[in-house]
C-alpha cells in the first residue's frame, strides 16, 4: 500500500478548512479561543493568523494576553526566511507581508528562550504529535531556538490522524488545542 505524502495530506486539510461554514469557523475560533485562554499561564510565542489561509482565528486570545502582565511575541520572517523574534503590546499595529502574514509594524526584538509556551498553526497533525505545516521548515527553526522547557502547543480545527510522516528534523507538538479539546502527547 502507498503512503500518503504531506502534500497531500496538506490538500486535503486545505480543502476541509475551506469548506468550513461561517458559523462553523465562528464556533471553532471561539472553542479554541477559550481553552487556550485556559491552557496558557505565561509568556506565549504566537502566531498572527492568516485571514485568507482560513488559519484559527486566535486574536482575541492575543488581545486576551496584551491586558495580562505576560510577555507575548511573534517571529517575522523575510523572502530569504530570515527570522527575528519580536514583543507584541496593545499598540503594536500590522501591515501585510509576505504570504499575507500580518507583520508588526513598530517592535522591541525579543529573545526566543523567553517563552514558555509557543503556539503553531497546523495543516494536520497525528496522535503522536508529529505535525504539518505549509512545507517551508519556518516552524523547524522556530522551535529549535526555543528552550528546552517551552511547550510546543498545536492548535487545529480537526482531529489528530492516526498517523502522518515524519521526517528526522521534525520536532514533535507537546500537545494540541482543538475545539474539540486538548490532546497530549507522550514524548
Not at 521526517?167 to 490532546?183: A, M
Request: aromatic fraction near 12%; glycine fraction near 4%; proline fraction near 5%.
Amino acid at each position: 500500500m502507498e503512503e500518503i505524502t504531506k502534500a497531500e495530506i496538506r490538500n486535503r486539510y486545505w480543502t476541509l478548512r475551506k469548506n468550513l461554514t461561517k458559523n462553523v469557523l465562528e464556533t471553532y475560533n471561539l472553542s479554541i479561543n477559550n481553552l487556550l485562554k485556559k491552557k496558557i499561564p505565561g509568556n506565549v510565542h504566537v502566531f498572527l493568523p492568516i485571514e485568507e489561509n482560513f488559519e484559527v482565528n486566535i486574536w482575541p486570545f492575543i488581545d486576551s494576553i496584551n491586558h495580562k502582565n505576560q510577555l507575548i511575541g511573534t517571529s517575522i520572517y523575510n523572502v530569504e526566511n530570515n527570522v527575528n523574534h519580536v514583543r507584541l503590546s496593545q499598540k503594536t499595529t500590522y501591515h501585510k507581508g509576505h504570504f499575507n502574514i500580518p507583520i508588526p509594524k513598530d517592535y522591541q526584538k525579543a529573545n526566543i528562550t523567553q517563552f514558555e509556551f509557543i503556539l503553531i498553526p497546523l495543516m494536520a497533525y497525528d496522535n503522536n504529535g508529529n505535525r504539518i505545516g505549509y512545507g517551508k521548515g519556518i516552524y523547524d527553526r522556530i522551535l529549535k531556538s526555543c528552550s528546552n522547557n517551552c511547550l510546543k502547543i498545536g492548535v487545529s480545527y480537526f482531529k489528530p490522524e492516526i498517523s502522518v510522516p515524519k521526517q528526522d528534523h521534525d520536532i514533535c507538538l507537546d500537545t494540541c488545542i482543538t475545539p474539540f479539546g486538548e490532546y497530549i502527547f507522550n514524548q
